[in-house]
């Protein structure tokens, strides 16, 4: 049996999309790891299935290159926004989408009839450290001493839906070898579900450059939940100010974030590369 496929990516944060109104996909764990792999598959961070929701435009499920399912995705909310306006499944550039973590709401910009960017509502962050999960105590991990492979990190933990550990560096993230140190912070005691680490260097009140090491899939060239984590632990270290755009600056291009009291918000482009069929 053949299933089509839409490849796409935000920012470079590439995965391989399945419309699952029209079809149905088996066994996506499985699908995931061998399609993913950039030598013998199509290559991608991992497969997202857009699928009937009875309670929003469309649901998501996304599953990360190693098989394990992820409940929140952000680039992967902004591709679907694209998807489903461009191939006429939505008639007017706003729409809501049902995750694991919730309903999120999608206001896009076409140009030529086609979506070019998209702005996510991702929610409310969540702070406290044993909701996220990690095993912190307290109300807040907030620039908490962590011992990984034996150097000491502050960090700074944040759930978007999914949980993360954002890590401030002085020097170029370029520098770090994330590979070798990301496996580390990702299967760390500390976070009973694993984790998705941020290196972050601060260049200004308003911008970030950020790496991104995500549980189940390495080093991405983009995170959208992660720079949204990037941007809500730098208000909580003082490195920025709430309720304001800030930019990052990622592998793969720029992701917009503000943080507000209300929800964290997520704008960037969304890009279709090609699409196929794959023996399923
Ligand atoms: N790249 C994503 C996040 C994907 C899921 C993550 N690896 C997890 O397992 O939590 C994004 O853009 O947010």
Known sequence: MKLNFTKMHGCGNDYIYFNCFN????????LAIRLSDRHFGIGGDGIVLICPSDVADAKMRMFNADG?????CGNATRCIGKYMYDN???????MTLETLSGIKLLKMVAEDGKIVRVTV???KAILKPSEIPTKFTGDLAVSVPLDVDGKQY????????NPHCVVFVDEDVETLDLPAIGPSFE????????INTEFIRVIDDHTLQMRVWERGSGETWACGTGACAAAVAAVLNGYCPKGEDITIHLRGGDLTICYTDEAVFLSGSATTVFEGSVEA
Request: some cysteine; charged content about 30%; aromatic content about 2%.
């Open 121 to 123: 509502d991702m929610g």
């Open 154 to 161: 502050a960090v700074t933990c944040v759930s978007m839906g």
């Open 88 to 94: 006429g499944l939505i008639d007017k550039p706003e």
């Open 23 to 30: 079809q149905q996909v088996a066994d996506p764990e499985a």
């Open 68 to 72: 394990s399912e992820g409940k929140m």
């Open 187 to 194: 299967n760390h005691e500390m976070f009973p579900e694993r």
